[in-house]
């Protein structure tokens, strides 16, 4: 992995404003890809060791420049841990604009990858989970950077 892509994976602070600030102008924004009640896979599960079958609060996006995928994510919280956080109600904001203002965040290691996840239809390059905490409530957070991030950045012959 370069220096370059390990910036940018190994970073533990908003993802959202690290691509904001890269995006020079770009117009940012958050499409919902998919959102509501489901089972976690079985990997995502035992990442949050939860039981299987057990229901949890799914959301998936993409995170746009200039409504161009640059990276799409895969959140999931078990809804017994959501103690009224209505994380169903930030329609386009990300997820990070919400988590990063949590006093009492705690964020656990980051797992990379290079494995596209089921839920990315997209080519990519690099991708990485982390567990967060907060007040109680476990949240897994996947995201998986996409080739058109790279392009703008590094240019298409990287």
């Not at 890809?33 to 996006?61: I, K, M, N």
């Not at 640059?70 to 997820?95: C, E, I, Y």
């Not at 919400?98 to 080519?123: M, N, Y």
Request: glycine residues 8%.
């Amino acid at each position: 992995m370069s220096v370059f892509w390990w910036r940018w994976v190994a970073s533990t602070d908003s993802l959202t404003a690290r691509l904001i600030n890269a995006g020079k102008g770009r117009r940012f924004r958050v499409r919902v890809l998919r959102q509501g009640v489901g089972y976690p896979s079985v990997d995502e599960a035992r990442a949050l060791a939860l039981p299987l079958r057990r229901y949890a609060w799914l959301r998936e996006v993409a995170l746009c420049l200039d409504d161009i995928p640059w990276v799409v994510a895969r959140s999931v919280a078990p809804l017994d841990q959501l103690h009224g956080q209505r994380l169903d109600r930030l329609g386009d904001r990300s997820l990070g604009s919400w988590l990063f203002q949590q006093a009492d965040l705690r964020r656990g290691p980051i797992e990379v990858t290079r494995h596209a996840p089921r839920f990315v239809a997209a080519s990519g390059l690099w991708g990485r989970r982390s567990c967060f905490s907060h007040t109680g409530m476990s949240l897994l957070v996947q995201e998986y950077f996409l080739t058109a991030m790279a392009d703008a950045l590094e240019g298409p012959s990287r």
